[in-house]
């Protein structure tokens, strides 16, 4: 079993920055990858980065490319996602997602909201 929790979420003007973590407990040695979804109102949620847990190799949408960063902190089991020059389509909840050879884990969700 692996645990997640979001924190960093909010609201910043469009253009702005903002930076998420997600710090994993439990069973985190069986963590492969461990990425970050975007779930906009109406919409299906969408993988917006992800990086592996040995190799840091990164993954991004094309959406965000060249604005987020995604990052590990093995001592700490955390992931973070800078997220720069935001825009107001970016607005969503963002799930933080664990990833092992069994199972998905899903963290609880944090609110981001790009507005003036």
């Known amino acids: 079993q692996v645990m997640l929790v979001e924190s960093g979420g909010g609201l910043v003007q469009p253009g702005g920055s903002l930076r998420l973590s997600c710090a994993a407990s439990?069973?985190?040695?069986?963590?492969?990858?461990m990425g970050w979804y975007q779930q906009a109102p109406g919409k299906q949620r969408e993988l917006v980065a992800r990086?592996?847990?040995?190799?840091?190799?990164?993954y991004y949408a094309d959406s965000v490319k060249g604005r987020f960063t995604i990052s590990r902190e093995n001592t700490k089991n955390t992931v973070y996602l800078q997220m720069n020059s935001v825009r107001p389509e970016d607005t969503a909840v963002y799930y933080c997602?664990?990833?092992?050879?069994?199972?998905?884990?899903w963290g609880q969700g944090t609110q981001v909201t790009v507005s003036s």
């Open positions: 997602n664990a990833r092992t050879g069994e199972s998905d884990y």
């Open positions: 439990g069973s985190t040695f069986r963590i492969y990858a």
């Open positions: 990086i592996t847990w040995s190799g840091g190799s990164r």
